[in-house]
């Protein structure tokens, strides 16, 4: 359509003035005021000519439309904005491409807003600068961008389709093991799109018209561990060598040359495929907000392997035992000390990891080592120059299974060795008084009546050595009395200790600054057993005052109990009657400087003891065999 731009031009008009001359004034009146009305005629006389019309010199997208009418103008605009629906647009986000037909964005032509500013041109500014802008305009032209509508729909799904497919949360640098092979994997850059500057983005580009890609925004998020490269040369390194774990034990062991300390040695080797199943690489957020990988061991599997070597490893302290022979002063070693060793597996396991992460491939495990009382190395400490004190008791009239205990639990001391300053538990080392221990039936002690029990006779044992430890000066710190007087511990009476493990016991102190061998001697043809104290003479002086019988009470009338284990007509004393008594005994012990060390009262209180019967009430065909061994207590 052939448009016509046209110029400005103004019709001939004739006027004719009387060159009649006036006053001065009023020629200069009439020479100022002819620009503003001619200015004024030719701004009138142009927005007349183009009322309703576009000024020359308007084009839209390069499209001439001055000189027409609105309605002219805008069916140009039309046809020269209309977009073939099936014109693509190419969108692009990141590696990702999108072309979408023009149509299915709802991108029209947008007439009214694009007319409006076509139609707008030379008639914004003021009136007195018109005549300059049209003249302008009509030399320079001015070109109108083209203006389209979209459908508001269209981009958000445009935009939400982009942000799925684009989006990717940032990815750590990491490190995995394989097998042996250690695999480090590279960070990611995180990204995602932004919506708001996206969206403004392709608003604009649509509505104008744009025909070159349209680049979203898109926003990268860094990952937190941007390298992994430390941790991968870290786990190498963790397995590049087996891990030898072991546990060091010294121990006493006899040779024919004596008694020498060796080390016996436990291992175990954990090889690198094991240590790589075990390791465990974890994220760890620092206090900056930071994070970074964490390796650690876990040792759980392991906790079978060390609870094996535990087992082989844990014992009880054991003390060393000595004999001494007084005729030649020589010392020989009965028992060879242990040191109590216990492994704790929690603290194992622990120390493993610890020693795998600091990169040593040796790990000594932790032992709580601990000491016996008395060691085979303090027998150089003895300093033995005789016997220091001496206990002494018969037993006369003992039956055999009294005889016996006697001597099973004088054994049990035999060698014992009191380190000083330190207190000796009679029951600590008496042990456990069954059958399985060597014990037999005897007569006991048992409430208010003497029964056959296993263990009688081990009073006997206590009695002697607290006369030992009475007569050496030591301190007593534990002793009960019998609760019946006992024919085998008098005389002297009130000098017998009693003991029933674990709930009575008997103790004393070696408050000396040496030690102290025991020796214990039992002489079954003579009925006799004696306790030696061996060491340094203690210089100590011991007066006894006593015994002295403060009262006594008869004992009560004889006791009959029917047994039918007994013949008809026989009668069997098994207690004897013993009346009641108060005893005190009093120990004065004083140094070598006459200074009073002690002054000890010893009380005891015996009930009265009735003698006790059984008699006979079972057939002589149904009865059993009578024991010949006579009634006592332990």
């Known amino acids: 359509m052939a448009q016509n ?36 005629v030719i701004v009138l006389a142009i927005q007349v000519a183009y009322a309703g019309r576009l000024f020359p010199g308007v084009s839209v997208n390069g499209v001439p439309v001055g000189g027409l009418s609105r309605a002219e103008a805008a069916r140009l605009i039309e046809e020269s904005l209309r977009l073939p629906p099936n014109e693509q647009v190419e969108i692009r986000a990141g590696e990702h491409v999108w072309r979408v037909p023009v149509g299915q964005l709802g991108v029209r032509p947008d007439v009214e807003t694009v007319l409006a500013r076509a139609y707008a041109v030379g008639r914004s500014d ?35 389709n982009a942000a799925n497919a684009i989006a990717r949360p940032p990815q750590d640098a990491r490190v995995e093991v394989v097998g042996l092979d250690v695999v480090e994997y590279p960070a990611v ?39 992994a490269a430390e941790t991968a040369a870290f786990v190498r390194r963790l397995l590049a060598e087996p891990l030898h774990v072991q546990a060091s034990l010294p121990y006493w062991a006899p040779t024919a040359d004596g008694v020498v300390q060796r080390t016996r040695t436990l291992s175990l080797t954990i090889d690198q495929a094991r240590l790589a199943q075990m390791i465990r690489i974890e994220p760890e957020q620092l206090e900056d907000g930071a994070r970074r990988w964490r390796v650690r061991l876990d040792v759980s599997s392991l906790r079978p392997e060390v609870e094996a070597l535990a087992a082989r490893l844990n ?7 000595f004999d001494y022979d007084p005729q030649t002063g020589v010392l020989t070693p009965l028992v060879v000390s242990q040191d109590g060793v216990t492994l704790d597996v929690d603290a194992a396991l622990a120390a493993i990891e610890d020693a795998v992460l600091a990169g040593r491939t040796q790990v000594e495990l932790p ?20 016997v220091a004190a001496k206990g002494y008791s018969t037993f006369t009239g003992s039956p055999a299974g009294r005889k016996q205990n006697v001597a099973v639990a004088a054994a049990r001391f035999n060698g014992v060795v009191i380190p000083p300053h330190s207190e000796f538990s009679f029951n600590k080392y008496l042990g456990w008084v069954v059958d399985a221990t060597g014990y037999e039936e005897s007569y006991i002690i048992l409430g208010n009546r003497t029964e056959v029990g296993i263990g009688g006779g081990v009073c006997q044992v206590s009695t002697t ?56 001697e039992v002489n079954q043809r003579t009925e006799e057993i004696t306790f030696y104290l061996y060491g340094p003479d203690t210089g100590r002086t011991v007066q006894m005052i006593g015994p002295t019988i403060l009262e006594t ?33 009093e120990r004065i012990v004083t140094d070598e400087s006459g200074q009073t060390l002690y002054h000890d009262v010893f009380w005891s209180n015996y009930r009265p003891w009735a003698a006790r019967y059984l008699v006979g009430t079972a057939p002589a065909a149904e009865s059993a065999p009578v024991s010949e061994d006579g009634g006592g207590e332990r």
């Open 126 to 160: 003021t009136f007195w600068k018109r005549p300059l802008v049209w003249w302008r305009i009509s030399q320079e032209g001015v070109d109108i961008p083209p203006a389209y509508t979209v459908d508001e729909h269209a981009i958000a799904a445009i935009l939400t």
């Open 553 to 585: 009470t008869p004992a009560p009338e004889p006791i009959y109990t029917e047994d039918p284990s007994l013949p008809a007509g026989v009668t069997k004393q098994v207690d004897w009657a013993h009346d009641g008594a108060k005893v005190k005994v």
């Open 5 to 40: 731009v046209g110029t400005f031009s103004f019709p001939h008009t004739h006027t004719h003035t009387d060159r009649t001359p006036g006053p001065w004034w009023g020629f200069a009146l009439f020479a100022a005021l002819t620009p503003v009305l001619v200015t004024l």
């Open 367 to 386: 032992l709580t080592i601990t000491p016996p009382p008395v060691s085979t190395a303090d027998a150089a400490k003895f300093n033995i120059t005789g």
């Open 189 to 227: 850059m995180g990204r995602s799109l932004d919506w708001e500057a996206s969206e403004a983005r392709l608003r604009a580009a649509l509505s104008g018209g744009q025909r070159a890609p349209i680049e979203l925004v898109v926003q990268e998020e860094p990952p937190l561990i941007p390298s």
């Open 465 to 520: 050595l607290f006369r030992a430890a009475f007569w050496g000066g030591f301190q007593i710190t534990e002793r009960y009395a019998h609760g019946y007087r006992v024919s085998y511990y008098e005389p002297p009476i009130g000098m017998d200790a009693t003991v029933y493990s674990p709930y009575v016991d008997f103790k004393f102190v070696n408050d000396t600054d040496n030690y102290y061998l025991i020796e214990s």
């Open 315 to 321: 014992q009880p302290a054991r003390e060393a035992r």
